[in-house]
């Protein structure tokens, strides 16, 4: 069946540096991958997406990579602030639906 | 700005009780989800609708757990009877089906529900 997994439950990092978030996925026919943030008591908000057909896309202060050949998602954050702590989710869209990997967790040294 | 509302924010209830749940989508979106999380499980689907008619349930407990859209402004998610397993965080989420990030999902705050 369809599954999402995280290689580290948590990651901390110092503040300025970069942060790398990776996500295994198991269905190789996905088409769609997003990452979410999920702060304290609030629902997950959407970071960024990139579709089978990328390998590489650029937000602000984010760069998803996706590798098609192993199956790896990875979210990189350049010079990590404390409002980055959250956790993080990477999700697959598979199905018609999004499944969801189970998060990892990225506290912010000072 | 445009957000997805729940209500109640926070529920708690006894063992056996209805509990329902209510989500407002953002205005003009097509697609609502249910999800549910907890520490163990994570996020899961549990429901979701397109253009109000329900497109998978297959996540849900179909005893017990049943998803609505009376309108296109208003889902809902109703236990009947609730049990201490329930418990967890109750997320609804809309987004925009054929439009250009079709698959995006905004989130409500959520309703945490505990059973008791």
């Known amino acids: 069946g369809e599954s999402v997994g995280l290689h580290l439950p948590t990651l901390s990092v110092q503040e300025g540096d970069n942060s790398i978030i990776n996500c295994a996925y198991s269905?190789?026919?996905?088409?769609?991958f997003i990452w979410y943030k999920q702060e304290s008591g609030k629902g997950p908000q959407f970071i960024i997406d990139?579709?089978?057909?990328?390998d590489k896309r650029q937000g602000q202060r984010v760069t998803v990579l996706l590798n098609k050949t192993v199956k790896h998602l990875s979210l990189q954050i350049a010079a990590t602030q404390p409002g980055d702590s959250a956790v993080y989710f990477c999700?697959?869209?598979?199905?018609?639906?999004?499944?969801f990997g189970q998060g990892t967790r990225l506290t912010i040294n000072p | 700005d445009a957000r997805v509302t729940q209500t109640p924010r926070h529920k708690v209830t006894e063992m056996g009780q209805e509990v329902t749940m209510r989500c407002q989508p953002i205005?003009?979106?097509?697609?609502v989800f249910w999800y549910r999380q907890t520490m163990m499980q994570g996020l899961e689907l549990l429901a979701y609708?397109?253009?109000?008619?329900?497109?998978?349930d297959s996540g849900m407990p179909k005893d017990r757990f049943s998803a609505e859209m009376p309108d296109a402004t208003l889902a809902t998610l109703k236990i009947q009877p609730s049990e201490p397993r329930d418990s967890a965080v109750y997320f609804c989420?809309?987004?925009?089906?054929?439009?250009?990030?079709?698959?995006?999902?905004?989130f409500g705050p959520g309703t945490r529900l505990t059973v008791t």
């Open positions: 989420a809309s987004g925009l089906a054929g439009a250009l990030s079709s698959y995006e999902q905004y």
């Open positions: 269905n190789s026919a996905s088409d769609y």
């Open positions: 990139i579709r089978s057909n990328m």
């Open positions: 999700a697959e869209w598979g199905a018609q639906k999004l499944v």
């Open positions: 205005l003009g979106h097509n697609t």
């Open positions: 609708f397109r253009n109000r008619a329900p497109l998978d």
